[in-house]
C-alpha cells in the first residue's frame, strides 16, 4: 500500500496564495484520482476539489488542484486568501484495491 | 434536501457494546456507497470501511477488519456502525458519507457522533 504525505501546516496572509502539497509514498500519483476535503473546527468535511482538479458546485474558483508526476504529488492552491478559509485540508485517494486512502492533513492558518 | 443526520453523541465503558447509526434523506439510500471515518481527538482522517446498502456489499479497511462490523437497513435508509467490545483507544468522532456509485469523493457528510469511551 502507499502513503499520502501532507506539511503538518501552512499559513500565509489574507489576500495570498497558499499551495498544500500530497505526496504518494509508492506508484503513480495519477493512478487514481486525488480529492481534497476542507475540515473547519468542530465541522465535518466538506470536498473543495475531487478527480484532481474538479470543483464541486458552490466551492470558488479560488480554489484549484492539480497533480505533478514528476513530483508524483498532488496540490491543492488556495489564492485570494481570506480567513474564512483558515481550516484543516486533507487529500484522498485510492489503492488498487479501491480502499480509500488519506493524506494526515495540513492545517491552513490565515494570518 | 440530502442529508445524512448521524445519532448522539455516546459515553460508554471498556468492553461495552455499541451501535451508531447514520440516517440518509434525500435521496435513493440504496444506490449510493455509505462509508465511515475516524477522527481520534486532536488527529486526522482514518479510512473504517464502506457498505453499499443496495447489496449489502462490505469492505473494510485492514486497520479496521475484525475490530468493528458495519451493516445498513434499506428498510429505514440507515447505515450502522458497531463494536462488540469497546476500548478506550475507540475514543474518537466517528462520521459517516456518502458516494454515488462511479464516482470518486464523498459529497455528503453527518454531522459525526463522539464516541467517548472511560472506565
Known amino acids: 500500500n502507499f502513503m499520502l504525505t501532507q506539511p503538518h501546516s501552512v499559513s500565509e496572509s489574507p489576500g495570498k496564495t497558499v499551495t498544500i502539497s500530497c505526496t504518494r509514498s509508492?506508484?503513480?500519483?495519477?493512478?487514481?484520482?486525488v480529492q481534497w476535503y476542507q475540515q473547519r473546527p468542530g465541522s465535518a468535511p466538506t470536498t473543495v476539489i475531487y478527480?484532481?482538479?474538479?470543483?464541486p458546485s458552490g466551492v470558488p474558483d479560488r480554489f484549484s488542484g492539480s497533480i505533478d508526476s514528476s513530483s508524483n504529488s498532488a496540490s491543492l492552491t488556495i489564492s485570494g486568501l481570506k480567513t474564512e478559509d483558515e481550516a484543516d485540508y486533507y487529500c484522498?485517494?485510492?489503492?488498487?484495491?479501491?480502499?480509500?486512502?488519506f493524506g494526515g492533513g495540513t492545517k491552513l492558518t490565515v494570518l | 434536501e440530502v442529508q445524512l443526520v448521524q445519532s448522539g453523541a455516546e459515553v460508554k465503558k471498556p468492553g461495552e457494546s455499541l451501535k451508531i447509526s447514520c440516517k440518509g434523506s434525500?435521496?435513493?439510500?440504496?444506490?449510493?456507497?455509505i462509508g465511515w471515518v475516524r477522527q481520534m481527538p486532536g488527529k486526522g482522517l482514518e479510512w473504517m470501511g464502506i457498505?453499499?446498502?443496495?447489496?449489502?456489499?462490505?469492505r473494510y479497511s485492514p486497520s479496521f477488519q475484525g475490530q468493528v462490523t458495519i451493516s445498513a437497513d434499506r428498510s429505514i435508509s440507515t447505515a450502522y456502525l458497531q463494536w462488540s467490545s469497546l476500548k478506550a483507544s475507540d475514543t474518537a468522532m466517528y462520521y459517516c458519507?456518502?458516494?454515488?456509485?462511479?464516482?470518486?469523493?464523498?459529497?455528503?457528510w453527518g454531522q459525526g457522533t463522539l464516541v467517548t469511551v472511560s472506565s
Open positions: 458519507a456518502r458516494r454515488e456509485v462511479g464516482t470518486v469523493d464523498f459529497d455528503y
Open positions: 434525500g435521496y435513493s439510500f440504496t444506490s449510493y456507497w
Open positions: 457498505i453499499y446498502p443496495g447489496d449489502s456489499d462490505t
Open positions: 509508492s506508484g503513480s500519483i495519477a493512478s487514481n484520482y
Open positions: 478527480e484532481d482538479n474538479q470543483r
Open positions: 484522498q485517494s485510492y489503492d488498487s484495491s479501491n480502499q480509500v486512502v
